[in-house]
Nanobody
Framework: QVQLVESGGGLVQTGGSLRLSCATS????????MGWFRQAPGKEREFVAA????????SYGDSVKGRFTISRDNDKNTVYLQMNSLKPEDTAVYYC???????????????????WGQGTQVTVSS
């Protein structure tokens, strides 16, 4: 069982930055591929970013590419999402998720993930 706890959300103005963190329990963090998703009111959950177990490969959703960066620290059992140049349309609840999969392409799909955090709210004001 993996427990995920997100933090770092908040209110920021357009063009600002935030860094989300997702701390995990257990000693097997480095064996999990990690992802970030977001969900705005009335919308489906959207893929944001993913990173493989070692951190050697990353993937981004088209709407955040070039503005967001996913990273991980396996010694701290934590995955991060650095969000720059934030826009009002980035407003959503952000979730981190964990899975183990040999198929990197599937990390863009929510149903691939077995474990989810409770989410953290990000609000970008115009």
């Amino acid at each position: 069982q993996v427990q995920l706890v997100e933090s770092g959300g908040g209110l920021v103005q357009t063009g600002g930055s935030l860094r989300l963190s997702c701390a995990t329990s257990g000693r097997t963090f480095s064996s999990y591929d990690m992802g970030w998703f977001r969900q705005a009111p009335g919308k489906e959950r959207e893929f944001v970013a993913a990173i493989t177990q070692s951190g050697s490969s990353t993937s981004y959703g088209d709407s955040v590419k070039g503005r967001f960066t996913i990273s991980r620290d396996n010694d701290k059992n934590t995955v991060y999402l650095q969000m720059n140049s934030l826009k009002p349309e980035d407003t959503a609840v952000y979730y981190c998720a964990a899975t183990r999969t040999p198929y990197i392409a599937t990390l863009r799909t929510a149903r691939t993930y077995n474990y989810w955090g409770q989410g953290t709210q990000v609000t970008v004001s115009s």
